[in-house]
T-cell receptor, first 116, second 117 residues
Framework: DGGITQSPKYLFRKEGQNVTLSCEQNLNHDAMYWYRQDPGQGLRLIYYSQIVNDFQKGDIAEGYSVSREKKESFPLTVTSAQKNPTAFYLC???????????????FGPGTRLTVL | AQSVAQPEDQVNVAEGNPLTVKCTYSVSGNPYLFWYVQYPNRGLQFLLKYITGDNLVKGSYGFEAEFNKSQTSFHLKKPSALVSDSALYFCAVRDPGLTGGGNKLTFGTGTQLKVEL
């Protein structure tokens, strides 16, 4: 898990509420990522950011939003528009974010979100 | 496009025996390949990666993987399994020849490894 922290570890939400998941890294990495993990489906990319003040949609961005105002932080908001938000959410970072980069992505410990 | 397949949902092996977790990939050019391990309710831990060079890559905890371009495979191996190796293993691929998409990885669906005494 290294220098990537995610909070909270567990989060419960009522339907219709927005919630924000925190991701902080002290690795001085330029790039950060949000993945969603569901049983039997592996990891799917929600959003990624190659540099501060820039971010791009991943494969399943609908119902989610992000910001990247600081290099260390990449919070994810799960909005009420996300129809099936119950999942395990993983944040990752890498030194660089270019496609040709050989850098490894390192992961945080995850946040388990449950909608009640 | 880039894709990766892990054909086995679960692999069972006895402690002390060799283990193999299979991964095949599909990319248009030369792939970057990665293996990660996940313990219950934890994040993914990086094991090893292949970028270029020697087809046999050595990683953490005694794991290794062999890149086979003709078979488009990157199987994870360990000569002698431990009970503590029991976990969920993910293979991931990136095609550096594609345009856009940043440092995007595509993950397999995971293989549950169970090592028994």
């Amino acid at each position: 898990d290294g220098g990537i922290t995610q909070s909270p570890k567990y989060l419960f939400r009522k339907e219709g509420q927005n919630v924000t998941l925190s991701c902080e890294q002290n690795l001085n990495h330029d790039a950060m990522y949000w993945y969603r993990q569901d049983p039997g489906q592996g990891l799917r990319l929600i959003y990624y950011s190659q540099i501060v003040n820039d971010f791009q949609k991943g494969d399943i961005a609908e119902g989610y939003s992000v910001s990247r105002e600081k290099k260390e932080s990449f919070p994810l908001t799960v909005t009420s528009a996300q129809k099936n938000p119950t999942a395990f959410y993983l944040c990752a970072s890498s030194i660089r974010g270019q496609r040709t980069s050989t850098d490894t992505q390192y992961f945080g410990p995850g946040t388990r979100l449950t909608v009640l | 496009a880039q894709s990766v397949a892990q054909p086995e949902d679960q692999v069972n092996v006895a402690e002390g025996n060799p283990l193999t977790v299979k991964c095949t990939y599909s990319v248009s050019g030369n792939p970057y390949l990665f293996w990660y391990v996940q313990y219950p309710n934890r994040g993914l831990q990086f094991l090893l990666k292949y970028i270029t060079g020697d087809n046999l890559v050595k990683g953490s905890y005694g794991f290794e993987a062999e890149f086979n371009k003709s078979q488009t495979s990157f199987h994870l191996k360990k000569p002698s399994a431990l009970v503590s190796d029991s976990a969920l293993y993910f293979c991931a691929v990136r095609d550096p020849g594609l345009t856009g998409g940043g440092n995007k990885l595509t993950f397999g669906t995971g293989t549950q490894l169970k090592v028994e005494l």
